[in-house]
């Protein structure tokens, strides 16, 4: 940042107003405050670079700015005792209201915000007056804690044990190491080969309870002085050929649930026949001690220091390290059994297309994911943006206006062909409860059309026949009575034209399909009998090469005629292009209006008009409540939630605390339509 801009008509953090020349501020009380150990400066020609353990900042001005640093330094770095009085030489070098005094407060703020200073120990609170440790961990607490001493007085209060069937192994004597070296005595515990799978150790740390303070008894086997803690810690480790993992830090039993888990889910990337990597149980072990000392000292977890915006909030993260190379990465774990009170609370729905895409990297995270992730890889962009997976029995392909849009079929999709094969029923996935039901609707209602077009053509025949066994020979047979509006069945036909008075999206995605690739091919739309709300279906059929019969092409279900069009015809994009660049591809996914609500809160550009696919989904979202309604009027039927069986394999249960941990709904889908009335039969 700037000073020089910042000193002229800025206020501090926080604050609405400048404050009043004679008030208080950051100068003031410039004397309790020390900069952080372990910062690092480095002056500039004019400004100055300071770092700190995870933040930074660059100050830059005038060339009195490194000069000004100096002075501000120096009251920083002289000893308690001398603190005041050179806070307050500075202070009355800088009366307030002046220039100097509102750089001095731009560069104190600054250092505030990226947490570069620390309150000195005799400004400490009285419960917090502890001693900070000399060497390494002392210099290491000064650096990262709010409040060192307090961090400090924690760990010596600590006992903390390692859990082993193999005591003399490197993973166990590193973490025993690590965590007394930190400060928490620390003993290694040798346990049954049956209590903890082969390669894996438990760190258990808790801190006495206080006097007077009831803590929970001493269970068979535990020093009282561990069981008898308050909030007792657990972390565990987990080294298998070529791969290991650090669980997230909570209770004992919530970290064997997660070693179990992430066991079983990094099975497929073991490498045998190789020789472990010295560094590998040292990398892990470490990792975890780090992770346990954190929990006790009250520092924040060393997953929330990188700053990864891979890693979602909310959810608890695992180190997974790999051998070839060396190297270890956090990465959100959303695990499938959940105990702890932290973990087993809901999570909040999507709500945004944000959000979803942000979440679909936990769910097909390459290491710890439970779904393929979908790639675009080879496969064409445009006009029609393709991505591809892997599902149980082959490749699923899916398409859309945009790759984003895709990818967010994709994984509904192969979670819905994973989730599907329990003995509950098919499902619907979506990114949200919305999105879920939307999916489930236009599926249930186009299979009641579909079934309902097909007794229409066996009724058909059966009139034809009927009429040849009664002699009638002659006469010209109309179906569709007047042209462009008859009643058939349950839906109005209505005549469509790709003019320019329609929805720009429609006529967009049908010139795409019959003049850029070349299809022969022709649309029905019909306005469905809801009883009220405006539901269209539209059909698209075509020949693909000349010659050939008409197939069916792409099929939707909308709240107006330009939208159904628009999705058919996109649908048929996707199905002519799949054709050609994925032809052995097992599962095609089309798109749908379904994922409308999503982009209700994403802010088109201000040139971004209904032709651009943003502004297109922003308006279709204030339609899709009104299509619901109607679509469950329609069909009859409201989809509700779905979990797997008692006996569901474990992937499915897994899957399935994986989708709502991040927010994904999941519904029950219809298996069929709802049986429709004959003529001859009236409703039943």
């Known amino acids: ?94 009366p307030p209201g002046s220039p100097l005094r509102a750089g001095l407060l731009t560069v104190i703020n600054q250092l505030h915000d990226h947490d570069l200073l620390v309150a000195r120990s005799g400004e400490a609170a009285e419960s917090e007056k502890a001693e900070v440790p000399k060497g390494a961990a002392g210099q ?5 804690a709010g409040r060192p001493a307090a961090a400090a007085d924690a760990l010596a209060r600590s006992r903390a044990r390692v859990l082993t069937a193999h005591p003399d192994s490197p993973s166990a004597r590193t973490a025993a190491r690590a965590l007394n070296r930190s400060g928490i005595r620390t003993e290694i515990v040798t346990v049954g080969a049956a209590d903890l799978p082969d390669g894996q150790i438990l760190l258990v740390a808790a801190t006495p309870a206080e006097p007077g303070q009831p803590g929970e008894p001493a269970q068979p086997g535990e020093p009282d002085e561990l069981s008898a803690a308050a909030e007792p810690h657990a972390v565990a480790v987990g080294v298998r050929p070529g791969v290991g993992f650090v669980t997230p830090v909570g209770s004992a039993e919530q970290a064997r649930a997660d070693a179990d888990g992430l066991a079983g889910r990094l099975r497929r990337r073991e490498v045998h026949g190789t020789a472990e990597h010295p560094g590998l149980p040292a990398l892990l072990a ?12 009250g520092l924040r977890d060393p997953s929330a220091e990188a700053g990864d915006s891979r890693l979602l909030p909310g959810l608890p993260a695992a180190l997974i390290a790999e051998q070839e190379p060396l190297r270890g990465e956090y990465r959100s774990w959303s695990g499938p059994v959940l105990l702890d009170p932290d973990r087993v609370r809901p999570r909040a729905d999507v709500r945004t297309l944000a959000e979803a895409l942000a979440r679909i990297p936990v769910l097909t995270d390459r290491l710890a994911g439970v779904l393929d992730e979908p790639d675009p890889g080879a496969l064409p962009q445009l006009p029609a943006a393709l991505v591809r997976c892997s599902v149980a029995d082959g490749d699923l392909l899916s398409g859309s206006a945009r ?49 309902e077009a097909v007794g229409r053509a066996d009724r058909q025949d059966t009139a034809a026949d009927a009429h040849v066994h009664a002699g009638v020979t002659s006469g010209t047979h109309h179906p569709g009575g007047a042209a462009g509006s008859h009643h058939e069945g349950a839906h109005h036909t209505i005549l469509w034209a790709p003019d320019t008075r329609r ?34 279906r539209a059909r698209v059929r075509g020949r693909t090469t000349a010659g050939g019969p008409p197939a069916p092409l792409g099929t939707a279900v909308e709240a107006t005629a330009d939208d159904a069009v628009a999705f058919a015809a996109l649908s048929a994009v996707v199905r002519v292009q799949s054709a050609t660049d994925a032809p052995h591809a097992r599962h095609l996914v089309t798109p749908s209006g379904a994922s409308a609500p999503l982009a209700r809160s994403a802010e088109p550009a201000p040139w971004e008009d209904a032709g651009w696919t943003t502004a297109w989904l922003g308006e279709m979202a ?48 219809r298996t069929g339509p709802r049986p429709l009335p004959r003529r001859t039969e009236g409703s039943r």
């Open 1 to 94: 940042m700037t000073v020089d801009q910042a000193a002229y008509g800025a206020t501090a953090p926080g604050e609405g107003t400048r404050a009043a020349p004679d008030s208080p501020d950051a100068l003031d009380s410039l004397g309790r405050w020390t900069l952080r150990p372990g910062v690092a400066v480095t002056p500039l020609h004019n400004g100055v670079h300071l770092r700190g353990w995870i933040t930074s900042v660059t100050l830059e001005g005038g060339p009195g700015l490194p000069a000004l640093w100096g002075r501000l330094a120096e009251a920083l770095a002289v000893g308690e005792d001398r603190a005041e009085a050179g806070c307050a030489r500075l202070a009355r070098a800088a």
């Open 140 to 144: 290491w607490l000064g650096a990262v």
């Open 286 to 297: 470490s990792s975890a001690a780090q992770r346990l000392v954190c929990a006790v000292a």
């Open 403 to 451: 790759a984003d849009l895709a990818r967010l079929e994709a994984v509904c999709r192969a979670a819905e062909l994973r989730l599907g094969g329990d003995e509950s029923g098919p499902v619907a996935v979506g990114a949200g409860a919305e999105h879920a039901r939307g999916r489930a609707l236009r599926q249930a209602a186009d299979r009641r059309q579909a079934a």
């Open 503 to 536: 929805h720009p999206q429609a006529p967009h995605w049908w010139s795409v399909l019959v003049r850029r690739l070349g299809v022969d091919a022709d649309v029905a739309v019909a306005r469905l009998d809801t009883g009220g709300g405006s539901v269209f």
């Open 622 to 669: 204030g339609r899709e409540p009104g299509l619901q309604q109607a679509l469950a009027d329609l069909t009859g039927w409201s989809p509700p939630p779905w979990q797997p069986s008692a006996g569901a394999p474990a992937d499915v249960h897994a899957l399935w605390s994986a989708l709502r941990q991040c927010g994904f709904s999941v519904l029950a889908a």
